[in-house]
């Protein structure tokens, strides 16, 4: 599978932002879908992922509850949306598939992710 992300861009402290990732080939429902993140200067960090239906998602604690992830089988589309957003969260994000579980197993460890994307920039201002 290949991915697209989208929807990066300057926003202001408190706005919100919906990243879109779309992916190609017929077996993109048979991924787990993830966002990862990473900052100037700081390595590249989980952000969300989620299971082949929709369900099992897990989130960096730190973003519980401000960072929403999603998925549309359908159109081959992962989506990260981000509320309340604050100047540290301004980093690239990238999306990654990974097919060896249906459920994310930690999320976290990208060595259950075998194909990435090309990064998105945020930047949110203070």
């Known amino acids: 599978v290949q991915l697209q992300a989208s929807g990066g861009g300057l926003v202001q402290a408190g706005d919100s932002l919906r990243l879109s990732c779309a992916a190609s080939g017929r077996t993109f429902s048979r991924y787990v879908m993830a966002w990862f993140r990473q900052a100037p200067g700081k390595e590249r960090e989980f952000v969300a992922a989620?299971?082949?239906?929709?369900?099992?998602?897990k989130y960096a604690d730190s973003l519980k509850g401000r960072f929403t992830i999603s998925r549309d089988n359908a159109k081959n589309m992962v989506y990260l949306q981000m509320n309340s957003l604050k100047p540290e969260d301004t980093a690239v994000y990238y999306c990654a598939a990974g097919a060896l579980a249906t459920y994310p197993v930690t999320g976290w460890d990208k060595t259950e992710y075998d194909c990435w994307g090309q990064g998105t920039l945020v930047t949110v201002s203070s």
């Open positions: 989620l299971g082949w239906s929709g369900g099992s998602t």
